[in-house]
Structures are given as C-alpha cells and as structure tokens.
C-alpha cells in the first residue's frame, strides 16, 4: 500500500479486505454459475439468452480484475486458492442441475440479489471515507443492478410466451 493509500484508513482495513474477499469469491462463483449455465441450458429463447449470460459471464470476470486489484493496492492479498472461494462467498453457489432455462435464470438472479446487497454494503461501509473503493463499489453495484433487470425480464418474456401458448390451447 502506498503513503498516501494509507491515509485512507479512516476505517477498518481489515474489514474492508475481508468483505472484499468475499465479494471476489463471490465474483468467481458468478462467473462460473453464468459460463456453465449457458452452456447447460434447455427451453425456450436459449440461443439468443445463451449469448446474454456468456456477456455477463465476462461482466463478472471484469468485477473480480477490480475487486483483487483494489484488495492490492489496500496491502491485503486477494483470495489466492479457489477452495476458498466457497469457504468466503457469503452469496454460495447454486449448482445447475436443473437445466431448465426458467431454474437457471432464477439461480442467476439469487446470485444477482446477493451481489447488489455485497456491493450495497461495501459502498455503505466506505462512504466518505474511501472514495476508491467506495466509487468501485458504486460502478460494479450498477452492472449487478442491470444483470438482474436483464434476468428479471427474460423470465417475464418466457412466463408470457408460456401464456400465450396456454391460449391457444385453450
Ligand atoms: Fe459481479
Ligand atoms: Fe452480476
Ligand atoms: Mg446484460
């Protein structure tokens, strides 16, 4: 950490590393849970969300490179083995076994709602007095807050399309 890195401790570094730890792991975990979900997947309007989830997939790669980046530059050490992951992440891991599109988004979306309350936390705990952080938090809470509008309305187009179907039965 640098001299004037170190000024900031107007809080508690610790803490702050600890929860940035988790919100890495969690990262991780996001981006495994979208990369193998896409490629599992089964139902209607697969191959134009397969695509989708493969972006946010990457979304969540982008939020880890900032996430460890910041952990450096505040002196802690980023999480260094992936069996920790699981052991740090508050937000765990929903393992697809269910390949049924509307079961995938919906695992997505628990991820999704537990990483706008992580990154909620973090802007909270850093406000006015770790503006690094505290501005990092604020732009990765903006892309979880659009990645679960995004899951949010694919399952709404799937429930209405299932309606509509449900009409024509009828
Ligand atoms: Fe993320
Ligand atoms: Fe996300
Ligand atoms: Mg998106």
Known sequence: MGKEARKVSAL?????????NAALSEEWLAYYQYWI?????????????????????????????????????????PVINPKDWMKLAG???????????????????TGERCAIQRYQEIADFTAGKDFATHQMAVQILNDELEHEEDLESWL???????EEIKKIRL
Not at 14 to 19: D, G, Q, R, T, Y
Not at 92 to 108: F, H, K, R, S, T
Request: hydrophobic fraction near 45%; glycine fraction near 8%.
């Open 37 to 77: 979900g896409a490629r599992l997947m089964e139902g209607p309007m697969r191959s134009e969300v397969e695509a989708e989830l493969l972006v946010h997939a990457d979304e969540e790669l982008g939020h880890a490179v900032l996430v460890a980046d910041r952990i450096i530059q505040l002196g802690g050490t």
């Open 91 to 109: 937000c765990g891991y929903a393992e697809p076994a269910d390949p049924y599109i509307e079961v995938i988004l919906e695992q997505n979306l």
């Open 156 to 162: 709404k187009d799937i429930h209405r399309l299932k």
């Open 12 to 20: 508690d570094i610790k803490k702050l590393i600890k929860m940035l």
